[in-house]
């Protein structure tokens, strides 16, 4: 699967960890929606849930500031997906649900598109890589096993209503 990302660059350049995939060709950085080909687009604005339903060659995702990402950003071509109840295991939003990096949204989205071993080679570059998806396992093999996004929705508010 081909990992894509459309980078603003406003995030802190040693903590970015879109541009840490970059460097070691996990992922591919675009400066402008125009330049960004079209996939399944990870937005957490949109209304439907990321399902397996939605495999595809291709994802992408924008690494933006938590505090900046507006629904006008996500101007990039193709089918625009949110993902599930997720929990963060960075540093800095360590346990936040939906609160993810773009390493984290990436590897969550592999799982649920059936490729976990790829997202185990994206997570692999960061230290707490494996933390994501030990906490998130149950969540990401249920979503897996779901047939199309309100299966998905389905199975996101068992775990909302459990918070």
């Not at 950003?73 to 773009?102: D, M, S």
């Amino acid at each position: 699967m081909e990992v894509h990302v459309r980078y603003e660059g406003d995030d802190d350049p040693d903590k970015c960890t879109a541009r840490k995939l970059a460097r070691f060709d996990l992922a591919e950085l675009h400066r402008s929606a125009r330049a960004t080909p079209p996939g399944v687009v990870l937005n957490p604005h949109a209304e439907r849930a990321l399902s397996p339903a939605d495999r595809t060659e291709r994802v992408i995702a924008l690494d933006c500031s938590w505090e900046t990402a507006r629904e006008e950003q996500f101007t990039i071509r193709g089918k625009h997906r949110a993902l599930p109840f997720l929990v963060a295991a960075n540093p800095v939003n360590y346990g936040t649900p939906f609160q993810l990096t773009t390493v984290e949204a990436l590897a969550g989205a592999c799982c649920i598109l059936g490729d976990r071993e790829h997202a185990e080679r994206l997570l692999a570059k960061f230290r707490w890589g494996h933390t994501f998806l030990e906490l998130n396992d149950e969540p990401l093999r249920r979503y897996a096993d779901c047939e199309d996004s309100s299966g998905v929705v389905a199975v996101q508010e068992e775990y909302l209503a459990a918070e």
